[in-house]
């Protein structure tokens, strides 16, 4: 969200350069205008994207860079336009924090996150022409939630449900909402559609994965994780999801047109087209892994299959509100692990070493003061 890039006042932890060791470090903050909301951050929890981001990977180069968009925290001022929000709300910010407003995307469809001049709550230029409190931070990069304070425009942040605990809600605006958009689209909004229960098949087992399978039962589909090994069976047991080892060629020949949806969480490089083999006819596969390589595909089996590959970007302000009401009415959260501040920086070497657990690791931000 929009910094000022001299200021001072706001305590965080940032990467200076692509080694991305995470280390304390400070700016400023632009004080609430009519339509902005401030809020003391309470927890921020740690996505593998934030790595990315830091590491180089994406191609960023703007540091020192601080990352975080899974963030809740406590309203401390509100604008005298916001009307939804009042000091000592329990709020959450995800993945956005302003867009353009006008185009047909914001300003009909709900998905302000494909908007072309959405501004990311870290790594983009903040734009001209949202306030004049926002001056001081024009061109300069968002930074994000791993920090104690952050002002946002009232457009882009959530009320967190009564029955949803302050460290489990940020995970939900960024893992929630991006298994739940595609599932919305193809097991929700379809049921009824055609026979019997919709079979939804989950590559990876992780942090995402974990929440696919939830949704996914909650929506009432038969589950299968697919997973590289077996070592995992009684986890997905546990949840009520067979498991599938897609690495072996024998498993994937005996599941031929079986999944009505796969959705693929993997952020690292990874063989697809056997795994797209298991769709039915006029099945789905949605890639959520921002994996930078190309993979290859034949055309043939897609053409007599009328099987289709989508990408999915988390989901705009409408449908984020829908996964609220829906993880909160079916008890969905995601696997958190609250961590201090100082334990951020080896959690960040873990997830680059892919020694990391499946659970969704959260900073609590009231131990910056600690560093």
């Given at each position: 969200?929009?910094?000022?890039?001299?200021?001072?006042?706001?305590i965080a932890l940032g990467a200076f350069d692509k080694s991305a060791?995470?280390?304390?470090?400070?700016?400023?903050?632009?004080?609430?205008?009519?339509?902005?909301?401030?809020?003391?951050?309470?927890?921020?929890?740690?996505?593998?994207?934030?790595?990315?981001?830091?590491?180089?990977?994406?191609?960023?180069?703007?540091?020192?860079?601080?990352?975080?968009?899974?963030?809740?925290?406590?309203?401390?001022?509100?604008?005298?336009?916001?009307?939804?929000?009042?000091?000592?709300?329990?709020?959450?910010?995800?993945?956005?924090?302003?867009?353009?407003?006008?185009c047909d995307l914001c300003s009909e469809q709900g998905q302000e996150?494909?908007?072309?001049?959405?501004?990311?709550?870290?790594?983009?230029?903040?734009?001209?022409?949202?306030?004049?409190?926002?001056?001081?931070?024009?061109?300069?990069?968002?930074?994000?939630?791993?920090?104690?304070?952050?002002?946002?425009?009232?457009?882009?942040?959530?009320?967190?449900?009564?029955?949803?605990?302050?460290?489990?809600?940020?995970?939900?605006?960024?893992?929630?909402?991006?298994?739940f958009s595609p599932l919305n689209r193809h097991v929700l909004k379809?049921?009824?559609?055609?026979?019997?229960?919709?079979?939804?098949?989950?590559?990876?087992?992780?942090?995402?994965?974990?929440?696919?399978?939830?949704?996914?039962?909650?929506?009432?589909?038969?589950?299968?994780?697919?997973?590289?090994?077996?070592?995992?069976?009684?986890?997905?047991?546990?949840?009520?999801?067979?498991?599938?080892?897609?690495?072996?060629?024998?498993?994937?020949?005996?599941?031929?047109?079986?999944?009505?949806?796969?959705?693929?969480?993997?952020?690292?490089?990874?063989?697809?087209?056997?795994?797209?083999?298991?769709?039915?006819?006029?099945?789905?596969?949605?890639?959520?892994?921002?994996?930078?390589?190309?993979?290859?595909?034949?055309?043939?089996?897609?053409?007599?299959?009328?099987?289709?590959?989508?990408?999915?970007?988390?989901?705009?302000?409408?449908?984020?509100?829908?996964?609220?009401?829906?993880?909160?009415?079916?008890?969905?959260?995601?696997?958190?692990?609250?961590?201090?501040?100082?334990?951020?920086?080896?959690?960040?070497?873990?997830?680059?070493?892919?020694?990391?657990?499946?659970?969704?690791?959260?900073?609590?931000?009231?131990?910056?003061?600690?560093?």
């Amino acid at each position: 969200m929009a910094t000022i890039e001299k200021g001072t006042g706001t305590i965080a932890l940032g990467a200076f350069d692509k080694s991305a060791v995470l280390k304390k470090r400070e700016f400023g903050r632009p004080a609430p205008g009519p339509d902005d909301i401030a809020i003391d951050n309470k927890f921020c929890g740690m996505c593998h994207s934030d790595l990315h981001a830091c590491n180089g990977d994406w191609g960023m180069n703007m540091y020192p860079f601080t990352p975080g968009h899974e963030i809740a925290g406590i309203v401390t001022a509100v604008g005298a336009n916001v009307k939804d929000f009042k000091v000592g709300d329990r709020a959450a910010v995800g993945c956005f924090v302003q867009s353009c407003g006008t185009c047909d995307l914001c300003s009909e469809q709900g998905q302000e996150n494909y908007c072309p001049n959405a501004v990311q709550t870290y790594g983009t230029p903040f734009p001209e022409g949202k306030g004049d409190n926002f001056k001081e931070t024009v061109g300069y990069h968002t930074n994000g939630g791993y920090s104690d304070k952050i002002v946002v425009n009232q457009r882009f942040v959530f009320q967190i449900p009564e029955s949803i605990s302050m460290e489990d809600a940020g995970p939900l605006l960024c893992a929630g909402i991006t298994v739940f958009s595609p599932l919305n689209r193809h097991v929700l909004k379809k049921a009824g559609v055609g026979k019997g229960k919709k079979h939804v098949g989950i590559v990876g087992f992780g942090g995402l994965g974990h929440m696919a399978v939830k949704i996914a039962k909650a929506m009432g589909a038969d589950v299968t994780v697919f997973s590289r090994s077996n070592k995992k069976e009684a986890q997905a047991t546990a949840m009520g999801a067979s498991l599938l080892v897609h690495t072996d060629a024998k498993s994937l020949s005996e599941q031929v047109r079986v999944f009505d949806c796969i959705i693929d969480t993997v952020s690292e490089s990874h063989p697809v087209a056997s795994i797209i083999g298991t769709l039915k006819v006029g099945g789905t596969m949605v890639l959520l892994g921002a994996i930078g390589a190309p993979f290859e595909l034949s055309a043939f089996p897609l053409l007599v299959n009328n099987h289709s590959i989508e990408g999915s970007l988390v989901g705009g302000i409408p449908e984020t509100k829908e996964m609220l009401e829906f993880c909160a009415k079916h008890d969905i959260v995601p696997h958190c692990k609250v961590i201090h501040a100082r334990d951020a920086a080896a959690q960040f070497k873990a997830m680059s070493d892919g020694t990391s657990g499946a659970e969704r690791y959260v900073i609590d931000i009231s131990t910056l003061k600690e560093l």
